[in-house]
Structures are given as structure tokens and as C-alpha cells.
């Protein structure tokens, strides 16, 4: 009987879909095909939280929930792009590396829910049900928006939405003073720097009397704003709480405490999801705005050596692992952020691709952490708990030292590529003594991730096996393992991927 429920709801549902999907096409054409992918998420979102106040549901039933979403949302995506029905309007802005984005977005979600599901554990305080979907797919909602905005005060909701949720998400170990405490601290300083974002916004207004991100690159363009102080003043503002955000040095020090003090699941999806959009609308800041004057290149410089010196240094002193991992996520926004300043269009493709790496390296290393933490109960969540791998499973202590040899930028592996291209182009453009500082930095940077493979295969403590007997752990096994071949793709397709990348940017 309950079966027959579920799938009249899934029918009635589906029609009422269908019904103003096609009704929303009759009316408003072009517009409406191009925003279908965003109606066919609010819609499923609505649906979902219907759908969950009537009936308890499991991790089985969220996940399924957003297969279906992502499956009507990538197809649609898809048509967009065949159409190639593009959107570049006083507020909304669709392009053809916008949806790539968003699709990549999407899959890294449902790859992190996988991973919730598969290694749930029913003792512990967080696991996928439907609170949680709602909180991510509400973040998703505002990521949407931040990647479609082609205005300032768009930007800013949509920035305001996805960090609200992330608050919450942050504190959901509600029996944890860490992690009540990591939400609060994210809290009050988020609110500093959206205070901060949104000043710079006012004065951007008050200026040019538009936020539109064309307008004001045609005005800047027209006219003389060389010694415009308020203007500086506002794009600095801006700047600074998108580096907040972004975790980059100097206002990097929230990052560590968030990571430790949040639980492994949110921290796994803080370290992948919340900083490409963010970094997307950056790179259409630095294109449209802040390239137009050449003070905000050396800023960027500036700020991407501070970034990867500070974490360089800390990371050698970190214990913890997660902390590790957000010293190591500080250290390769620097390494962006450097290619972003450049102000070509390759090295923007440079940029894009080396984040790729950066996810695929991230989440193979956050998904065995995952695993030797959910199979061991003594697990204590410092470095050398990698040491269990080394008796247990062969072929996933292996994927793990290639995915720290390729954050670590070690040839013949994929962070090298991505580092090697970022010190081409540097020596290109004739910035000898940054290529030769950032040399030496990633040198120094290969000291803590070669701590963390000595701890797998050369610690002298003896590690007693975990034993992989839960009954879906063969299928985590399994995804790790195509996530680890993916990450192979980087180094057999390098220019296909990068010719790809760069044709979007055009």
C-alpha cells in the first residue's frame, strides 16, 4: 500500500512538472528553455520537501531523490548547450563554461552523498536523511545563483544563500562544543566579510548607478577611473570578501577550525563545492573589472604567494589531518589565484584545469580517510592513521600516495602538469623572481605530503589491518577506484582536456 503511495505521488508530481514546463516554454520561448535546468531543480527541491514532510526518509531515499534531479537536470543542460541557447541579460548570465561548471558541480554532489550513504553510521550524529539533503540542496541553490548572476546584488544573495547553509551545516554535531563552536566562529566572521562585500557593492553603485557587470566594464572602459578613490575602495572591499570566502591569505585563518571542528561528511563536501563557484565569478570579476587596472594583478600576485607561503609553513607543524587538508586547499588557491592574475585567457584555462585536479586528488583522498575512519573505531583522525592502510588494502594505499604526489606537484603525476603550466606562463609573461619564489615554495611543500606517505609505507608502528567486512564497503572500494582512474584521465588527456577548457573560455 505504501509502495502505491509513493508512486502516485512520483506520478502526480511528474505531471504537474511536465504541465508548466511545457506551459513555460509556450509563454516565454528561448528564456524560459535557458533557465530550465535551475526551474527543473527548484521544482524537484519543492517536490523533495513535500515529498519528506509526509515520510521519513533514509539515506536509499535522498539518494535516489537526487538522481532523479540530476539526471533531468544534466539532460536538459545538455539540450541547452546543443541549442546553444546563451543568456547574457542585465541580471542573468548562461555560457557554455557556466553550465560545464554547474554539471561538474552537480556530479561532485551526488559523488559525496554516495560516499554518505555507502558509509553511513547509524551511531553517529550526522548521516544523509532528509535535513541534510534540503541544507545542501538549499547551498546548491545559492552556488546556482552565484554562477548565474550577472549582477553585484545577485551575486551577494546568492553568495548570502549558500553560506547560510553552510552555517548550519557546519554545527550539525549539535552534541559537539568543537563543532557548535566552528559554526559560530564561521558565523560572526562570514558576517564581517559579506558586511564588507556588500559595502564595496554601495560604493560600486554609487559610482557607476548600475551593478551590472557589462555596464560597468563599458564605463570603466569609457571613461578615467585611475584615481578614482571610492572606486579602488569599493573593488577592494569586494575583493576582500571574496578572499574570505575563498580562504585566501590573509584571511584564511577560519579554514582549519572549520574543517577539524565539522563533521567528516560536511567537511568533505566544504572542501570541494563551495569554492568553484566562487572562484568562476572571480575569474568574470578579474576579466570584466579588476584587469582593467593593472594594481589588482600584483594584489592577486601578492596575495596567491601569502597564501601558499602561510600554508606551507603551518601545514608542517599539523597533526590533524583535516587541518592538513585545509592548509594543502589554502596553499593551491594561492597557486590559482597566481594564474588568474595573469590576465590570459590560457592561463585562466591553466586556473580551471588545475581546480579540476585539485577535486579529483580531494576527493579521492577525503573518500579513503572516510573509510579507514568508518572501519576503525580507534581512529583518532591524525596523520597517522594512514598507517592502517599499509597491512590492509595494497592497491588503496597506492591511490593515496598518487593522489599526494599529484597535490604535492611530484612528476610524472597530474599536479605537476597544472604547476608546471603556472611556471610556463610565468616565465612567459617575464616574472622570473615569482617563478623562482613559487620553485622554491612548492619544494618546501613536498615535505608534509611526503610525511604523509612515510607514515603509510615507512612508519616503524606496527598497525594492526582493518578489516574491510561491512557489506558496502566493496562498493566504495569500487568508486574509489573509477574516481582514481578518472584522476589517470588528467594524465593521458592533458591537452584535450586543456583545448576543451580553453574553448569554453571563448
Known sequence: MKTIKDISCIIIISYIYWYIYTLGIFLYGSVFFAFSPEFIFIYGFISIFIYGLFKKMNGFDCIVSYSIILYMIIKQYIKVIEENIFFNNEHWYISNLSINIKILLFLSVFIILLFMVLLEDKNSEIFLNFELLMLILLCMFGILIIISSNNLFIL??????????????????????????????????????????????????????????????????????????????????????????????????????????????????????????????????????????????????????????????????????????????????????????????????????????????????????????????????????????????????????????????????????GKLLIFNFLIFTGNYIICFVLLLLSIASCIYYIRLIRFIYFDDKSEEPISFQKRKTVYVYILINIIFFINLTFLFFQEPILLYIISLLS
Not at 243 to 260: G, Q, S, V, Y
Not at 369 to 391: E, F, M, P, Q, R
Open 156 to 417: 551577494y544573495l546568492g553568495i548570502e544563500l549558500q553560506s547560510l547553509s553552510i552555517y548550519i551545516l557546519c554545527c550539525l554535531k549539535r552534541y559537539s562544543n568543537k563543532s557548535l563552536e566552528c559554526g559560530l566562529k564561521y558565523f560572526i566572521f562570514g558576517s564581517y566579510a559579506s558586511l564588507i562585500l556588500l559595502l564595496g557593492i554601495s560604493f560600486i553603485y554609487l559610482i557607476f548607478g548600475t551593478l551590472n557587470f557589462n555596464e560597468i566594464n563599458l564605463l570603466i572602459n569609457t571613461f578615467n577611473y585611475d584615481n578614482n578613490l571610492l572606486l579602488h575602495l569599493g573593488l577592494i572591499c569586494i575583493l576582500l570578501g571574496f578572499f574570505f570566502k575563498l580562504a585566501i591569505a590573509p584571511f584564511h585563518w577560519w579554514l582549519p577550525d572549520i574543517f577539524e571542528g565539522s563533521a567528516d561528511n560536511i567537511t568533505f563536501f566544504l572542501a570541494i563545492i563551495p569554492k568553484l563557484p566562487l572562484f568562476f565569478i572571480l575569474y568574470r570579476l578579474n576579466l570584466l573589472i579588476f584587469s582593467n587596472f593593472i594594481f589588482y594583478s600584483y594584489f592577486f600576485i601578492f596575495c596567491g604567494i601569502l597564501s601558499i607561503s602561510i600554508g606551507v609553513i603551518l601545514a608542517l607543524y599539523v597533526v590533524k589531518l583535516k587541518k592538513l587538508l585545509a592548509y594543502s586547499s589554502i596553499v593551491h588557491m594561492g597557486y590559482m589565484l597566481i594564474a588568474l592574475s595573469l590576465n590570459l585567457k590560457i592561463s585562466a584555462a591553466i586556473s580551471f584545469y588545475y581546480f579540476l585536479i585539485y577535486i579529483v586528488a580531494t576527493i579521492n583522498i577525503f573518500s579513503i580517510y572516510l573509510l579507514i575512519k568508518n572501519t576503525h573505531v580507534i581512529v583518532s583522525g591524525n596523520i597517522t592513521d594512514l598507517a592502517y592502510l599499509k597491512n590492509s588494502n595494497k592497491f588503496l594505499s597506492i591511490i593515496t600516495i598518487i593522489s599526494l604526489f599529484s597535490l604535492a606537484g611530484i612528476p610524472p603525476f597530474m599536479g605537476f602538469y
